[in-house]
Nanobody, 115 residues
Framework: QVQVVESGGGLVQPGGSLRLSCTAS????????MGWYRQAPGKERDLVAE???????NYADSVKGRFTVSRDNDKDTVYLQMSGLKPEDTAVYYC?????????WGQGTQVTVSS
């Protein structure tokens, strides 16, 4: 059974930093793409950043230059380093791990940016 587990959320002041981590396990297939999505109250779940096994990345325009996604392929772990956080970054952040045939989601971790 595949498990996707996030950690690292919390409360941070505007301009602060946080690092999220996500580890996927239990699949016999490679997690070709791992990434982060977020969902604010009353809004849809949107892509934040994603990364492939060869290191290719894709970012939402709203986080370019502030967030950095990286991964450790040996550990099937993806990270999201968030800097310059703004109140509008407040959301539940979800990790997604994709094999060739399925996408697995974590339970989500809350990030709140507030003074």
């Amino acid at each position: 059974q595949v498990q996707v587990v996030e950690s690292g959320g919390g409360l941070v002041q505007p301009g602060g930093s946080l690092r999220l981590s996500c580890t996927a396990s239990g699949s016999i297939f490679t997690f070709n793409v791992m990434g982060w999505y977020r969902q604010a109250p009353g809004k849809e779940r949107d892509l934040v950043a994603e990364i492939t096994t060869d290191g290719s990345t894709n970012y939402a325009d709203s986080v370019k230059g502030r967030f950095t996604v990286s991964r450790d392929n040996d550990k099937d772990t993806v990270y999201l380093q968030m800097s310059g956080l703004k109140p509008e970054d407040t959301a539940v952040y979800y990790c997604k791990a994709e094999t060739w045939d399925y996408a697995y989601w974590g339970q989500g971790t809350q990030v709140t940016v507030s003074s």
